[in-house]
C-alpha cells in the first residue's frame, strides 16, 4: 500500500481476513494483500489477523479485528455505481446472501453488517431532472423499493 490517497479501515471482530476474501470474490480489480499478525504483544490470539490488506473495485481498504467494542451502522455506506439492471442484481444478490439485510431503497447490509447502496447511475439522472414532477414521480418510486429496478424507474419517470 502506499501513503498517499485514503484508505479505508473496516473494523471487524474476527471475521477481517473473512471479510477481505469475500469482498475480493464480490468485485473486480480487487486483491488481498499484506496480512500482519497477531502476536504475544497484541490482545488477540498469536498467528491469528490483525490487520488485512485489500482492494475492492480498486479502492483500498483496511480490515481490522479489533474486537466487539465497535459495530457498523447505517451511518456509514459504500456506493456501487451500477451501469444496468444486470449489475444491480449481480451486487444485491452476493451482498445479501449468507445472511446480509435488503433495506429501503436499494440500501442493504451485508453478513458482516456493512452497509452498501446498490444503485442504478441512471436513477442519479432521473431525480435529478429539470422537471419537478418526473424527479418526484421517481423519487417516489425509488422511495417504494428495495432493490432497485432500473425499468420501473424509468417508468415513473415519463409519468407511467
Known sequence: MTTDGFITCLWFDGQAEEAAHFYVSVFKNSSVGRIT???????????????VEFTANGQ???????????????AISFQILCADQAEVDY????????????GPCGWLKDKYGVSWQVVPDRLLRLI?????????????????????DIAALEAAHAGG
Open 37 to 51: 499478525r497477531h502476536n504475544e504483544a497484541t490482545h488477540g490470539s498469536p498467528g491469528s489477523a490483525l490487520t
Open 60 to 74: 483500498k481498504f483496511v480490515a481490522l479485528n479489533g474486537g466487539p467494542q465497535f459495530t457498523f451502522t447505517e
Open 91 to 102: 451486487y444485491w444478490t452476493k451482498l445479501t446472501e449468507n445472511g446480509g439485510e435488503p
Open 128 to 148: 435529478a431532472d429539470s422537471d419537478p414532477q418526473k424527479a418526484l414521480r421517481t423519487t417516489q418510486a425509488m422511495m417504494a423499493m428495495r432493490k432497485l
